[in-house]
């Protein structure tokens, strides 16, 4: 069997007794390949990048008051009044969501009651990233119960940039394939097997670079990049 792993810029063949094709770990950056008497079975990685076109603002109220009932009353005033001015702002009302509601007691010394504090989250998804700084400076505006929690990107349709980063991992396949049965006097055959290791989710991806959604914007949605790993085996004639 004829094992190789295949960098960058450098190939490295190491020969062995012939049998079942078998994968060590490979490390970073290396393409496992493996040759024996009649198969092929080749590594192909596809990598796509798309531009976040969705974000998600978490964002929410905090009040602390004498007495749990007015604790709770004033969060929920709050929370109305950010999410009036979230309305305000452009977003629809199924594009926002209560994400946290909590109520709970705040000790001067344990057991004695200073007061109470109360929470309520909303989430809210901005379709059009060039409202993304109207949306968040509004939110800020509400006042000083306001708290803003973070914001993350999303892409609409993970789906399309899947099948590319697909066709990309596939194309990588063959490419190879095709090169090492020429490098060892073969053919290439039928395709016996195809395995797909996907990476993490696109929704997931953390983003990077910068892209500025607008002039003198300062949310900027970057790139998420989506990963896809095949292994593919074929036939050698």
């Known amino acids: 069997m004829i094992n190789i792993r295949l960098a960058a810029a450098a190939a490295c063949v190491v020969t062995g007794l012939l049998g079942s094709p078998a994968f060590a770990a490979s490390p970073a950056g290396y393409a496992g390949v493996v040759v024996d008497a009649s198969q092929i079975t080749v590594i192909g990685h596809g990598s796509v990048s798309a531009a976040p076109d969705l974000m998600r603002l978490q964002a929410g109220v905090e009040v602390r008051r004498n007495t749990a009932g007015e604790a709770f009353k004033a969060a929920r005033e709050a929370a109305a009044r950010l999410t009036t001015v979230l309305l305000a702002a452009g977003l629809a009302e199924k594009d926002l969501r209560t994400s946290e509601l909590s109520l709970g007691p705040e000790y001067e010394n344990y057991p004695k009651v200073a007061g109470y504090r109360a929470t309520q989250g909303v989430e809210a998804l901005v379709r059009d990233l060039t409202h993304a700084d109207a949306v968040i400076d509004a939110a800020a505006e509400v006042g000083e119960d306001v708290r803003l929690n973070g914001i993350s990107f999303e892409l609409s349709d993970p789906d399309s940039v899947m099948v590319a980063a697909r066709d990309a991992a596939f194309g990588d396949a063959t490419a190879k394939a095709k090169q090492y049965a020429r490098l060892t006097g073969r053919g290439l ?37 989506v990963g896809v790993t095949v292994t593919v085996v074929y036939e050698l004639s």
Not at 193 to 219: L, W
């Open 189 to 225: 055959g039928r395709i016996v097997s195809v395995r797909e290791d996907a990476g993490r989710p696109p929704g997931s991806v953390p983003f990077a670079g910068a892209m500025a959604v607008a002039e003198k914007a300062s949310v900027s949605p970057g790139r998420q990049s």
